[in-house]
């Protein structure tokens, strides 16, 4: 009796027969089309050339952007949320944009030397 198969693992094994992909779902329409928007941005962010792994941590983070965008419409539209799977799945976002990279970079807001100089010798009515 070493081949019978126990009910989980039956369970198991009929789940992994209807296993759903992206394929499976209309890619046309709302939080999808959002959701995919948002990994193309991501993976545009991280100079566009990702290595698989990095391709599926932009999926992830994509998705529990996703995930927490709506929770956050429930919460401005009055509704219900949880507060703790809110801020876990916030945490989970942090994680993996810190582990692909994503960090705060300091932007340069200095103008450009000369159109300022020329913005300010027009404002002065020189020529």
Known sequence: MGNAITAPEREFADGLMRMLSLRDVDCRKGPTRV?????????RDLGGDLSEAQ???????????TLLEHFEARLLLGERVSVSEYVE?????RRILSTLG???????????????????EQEAGCF
């Open 89 to 93: 799945l916030l945490n989970a976002q």
């Open 55 to 65: 391709q599926e941590l932009v999926k992830r983070c994509s998705v529990l952007a």
């Open 35 to 43: 959701l995919l928007a948002r990994a193309r941005r991501l993976t």
């Open 102 to 120: 994503i960090r705060r970079q300091a932007r340069d807001v200095t103008p450009d030397p000369l159109a300022y100089a020329a913005a300010r």
